[in-house]
């Protein structure tokens, strides 16, 4: 049994305590939310590795077999998506399970403390139940007129957030884990959740420097249809409304949508 679903609590037990996120300055775009969330992990007791800033995940625990990694949205603002920088995300890395932790807050706060809005804690297989690929950053130099530019492929992934992909997440605290790990005492089930592998999946990409077009080559699925069980859960004392997933296709177009808004 994980130290999820006590993490969960400890977090949701400081939100209704009014425990504030802290940053810095107007500067501190980055590390106050993973501050607030730290806090929290001195209060489970465990002691626990915080990694620098390119490392993954955030915060490993040192007894157990567990990962979190953080993720601060602001809201208003972008929430069916975020950065993964160079990481992509996955439910298992070097031996450790790995947790999600997304955290929204207000995105224009009128001081440097602020409230956590709403907060989702789910296992990374619910992003994406892949953890065999093996991220790897490559180069080739000969570009140009003379042939002595280097051309970096320096890979930038965009994933969607636990916002995107379950009804009934925003604007409250969700706990999501696979159905196979066990629930704990002051958990109350509040939906079940089915993700299902797509038939074909990409394996290759190649970049045209003349025509600036991107093309991508797929192959058969080898776990085509299969089903990735996870439960919503909240902590005794939350509304019970219903977490459910959204339809891919409805999953698909706010993703499109997002992705136009970033590039105007």
């Not at 003349?210 to 509304?239: C, I, Q, S």
């Amino acid at each position: 049994m994980s130290h999820a679903a006590a993490l969960f609590e400890i977090c949701v037990t400081a939100i209704r305590r009014g425990e504030l996120i802290h940053r810095e300055g107007a500067k501190d775009k980055e590390f106050h939310f993973q501050n607030w969330f730290k806090r929290r992990l001195c209060a489970l007791g465990t002691n626990f590795e915080e990694g620098g800033r390119n490392s993954y995940p955030d915060f490993r625990l040192v007894q157990f077999t567990e990962g979190y990694e953080l993720k601060g949205l602001a809201y208003p603002g972008r929430e069916a998506d975020y950065d993964c920088n160079s990481q992509v995300p996955c439910g298992h890395h070097n031996g450790r399970d790995v947790y999600y932790v997304f955290g929204r807050y207000p995105a224009r706060p009128d001081g440097n403390s602020y409230p956590v809005i709403d907060l989702v804690l789910c296992h990374g297989s619910f992003l994406n139940a892949d953890d065999t690929y093996v991220h790897k950053n490559k180069s080739f130099r000969g570009f140009g007129s003379y042939g002595d530019i280097l051309v970096r492929d320096r890979k930038m992934y965009v994933a969607p957030t636990p916002f995107a992909l379950a009804e009934g997440t925003a604007h409250h605290r969700t706990l999501i884990l696979p159905a196979s790990e066990a629930s704990s005492p002051g958990l109350v089930k509040v939906g079940d959740l089915v993700r299902r592998e797509i038939d074909e999946v990409v394996v290759a990409y190649a970049f045209d420097l003349r025509t600036n077009e991107l093309t991508t080559r797929k192959l058969p699925n080898p776990n085509a249809g299969r089903e990735h069980r996870f439960v919503a859960y909240r902590l005794e004392g939350d509304p019970v409304s219903s977490v459910r997933m959204r339809d891919r296709r409805q999953i698909l177009a706010e993703l499109e949508a997002a992705e136009s808004d970033d590039d105007e």
